[in-house]
C-alpha cells in the first residue's frame, strides 16, 4: 500500500519525513472514518432495502465516525503511532487559503443510527492501528493516542 493513496494516510508520510519541515492546517476539523464499516454499513443498508419487505425507509442517510481531528492531529497521532519525532512539522491554526470549506466536517448520523443498522464506528487509532499495519510498517508500543 502506497500510504499517499489516501487523504489520511498521506499523513503518515509528513510525520516520517523528519528532515522535511511542513506546515498542515489545525483549524479544519476532519472525521476520518475506517473504510471497514462503511462496507459493513452499506451491507447491512443493502440487505435492509432487499428485504421483503424493505426494512429501510427510503432517504438520504449518512455515516461517520464520531472521532474529530484535524490535520496536524492526525500527524501527532501517526507519528505517536510510528514512534516517530514530528517536531518538524508546524500546526497552521488559521483557515486554509482557496475555496472556502466547511470549519467541522462532521456528518449528522442520527437518522441511519435510529435504524439499527450504522456499524459502530472503529475508533480513530486502532483504525490507523490497523492501516499502517497493513501497509507492513511497524508500530511503537502505543496503547492509545490523544490527537
Given amino acids: ?27 479544519q476539523i476532519r472525521v476520518p472514518t475506517y473504510t471497514p464499516d462503511i462496507g459493513e454499513t452499506l451491507a447491512r443498508m443493502a440487505a435492509a ?13 449518512h455515516y461517520s465516525s464520531d472521532d474529530r481531528t484535524t490535520r496536524f492531529g492526525l500527524v501527532r497521532t501517526f507519528g505517536q503511532l510510528l ?7 508546524t500546526r497552521n491554526p488559521s483557515a486554509p487559503p482557496g475555496a472556502p470549506r466547511p470549519f467541522d466536517c462532521h ?5 441511519l443510527r435510529a435504524t439499527g443498522l450504522a456499524a459502530p464506528p472503529t475508533p480513530l ?7 499502517l499495519e497493513g501497509a507492513g510498517l511497524s508500530l511503537a508500543g502505543v496503547g492509545s493516542c490523544s490527537s
Fill in 125 to 131: 487509532v486502532e483504525g490507523l492501528r490497523a492501516v
Fill in 49 to 61: 432495502l432487499v428485504a421483503a419487505p424493505p426494512a429501510l425507509a427510503p432517504g438520504v442517510y
Fill in 83 to 89: 514512534g516517530v519525532d514530528v517536531s518538524h512539522v
Fill in 1 to 27: 500500500m502506497d500510504l499517499s493513496e489516501s487523504a489520511v494516510t498521506a499523513f503518515a508520510d509528513v510525520a516520517r519525513k523528519s528532515g522535511v519541515s511542513a506546515t498542515v492546517d489545525d483549524w
Fill in 107 to 111: 456528518l449528522v448520523t442520527a437518522k
